[in-house]
């Protein structure tokens, strides 16, 4: 049995659970609050960051990167031609690259800005830090996000999928990142038709049904984010 350790509106817990749903698997999701440092948590995971996936008895699985890795290698041929992961050297170093990049550069300098400031924030006990945004952080992001948005639509114009002619981790990656900041209307979806089309078409698999219910007490999600045609 599988159990996913996550956060809703974590970024990496919703690549985590997008991969899960793409390959069928049922599994248990505990919601942790990573600024609460539950010991029972940081037992599994020392850095107290989400997601954390464990099967049955086995030991922690750290990170969506990682996640991704084990869920390919131990499921992935159940999905044959449909894999995520590409069976050609330079086509899977194109979709790590492009997982690295929206994993690490896009969540450093957009996701991670917007759903600290707009999401957490609202749950984080202000003792600990939570509150009112900071208007300085979201105009930064605002500003990061078009860049990004940009060579998402050059990546979809100039392929089928981001990272080639078929859907591979990467654009669940993408999807994810994106679809955190989409909740809170913060994604200038006018920048480039290329990325609009592209991200239609990713979040009206089934497997972004679990995502699409999420909600945020007491902050509504923006007109789009359930709308499969914008």
């Known amino acids: 049995m599988l159990k996913l350790h996550h956060h809703p509106f974590s970024p990496a817990s919703r690549f985590a659970r997008l991969m899960l749903s793409e390959h069928d698997c049922k599994a248990d999701f505990v919601v942790e609050r990573p600024w609460e440092r539950h010991q029972e948590f940081l037992a599994l995971n020392p850095a107290g960051t989400v997601p954390v996936l464990v099967e049955n008895d086995g030991p922690p699985i750290v990170g969506a990167e990682v996640i991704m890795e084990y869920i390919d290698e131990t499921r992935g041929y159940a999905l044959a031609e449909r894999a995520l992961m590409p069976k050609h050297p330079e086509a899977r170093a194109e979709m790590r690259r492009l997982v690295h990049w929206f994993e690490r550069k896009f969540h450093d300098e957009v996701t991670n800005y917007f759903v600290h400031e707009r999401i957490y924030k609202l749950e984080i006990p202000s003792s600990r830090g939570g509150g009112a945004p900071d208007s300085q952080i979201l105009r930064a992001a605002r500003a ?35 679809s955190a900041i989409d909740y809170i209307g913060e994604v200038p979806w006018d920048v480039d038709p290329h990325a609009t089309a592209w991200y239609a078409r990713v979040k009206s698999r089934p497997s972004f049904r679990g995502l699409l219910a999420d909600r945020v007490t007491g902050l509504p999600a923006s007109p789009s984010y359930a709308d499969l045609d914008f």
């Open 144 to 178: 990061n996000i078009r860049h990004h948005i940009r060579y998402i639509g050059w990546l979809a114009g100039s392929r089928n999928w981001l990272a080639g002619d078929k859907i591979t981790f990467a654009d669940l990656s993408a999807a994810a990142q994106l």
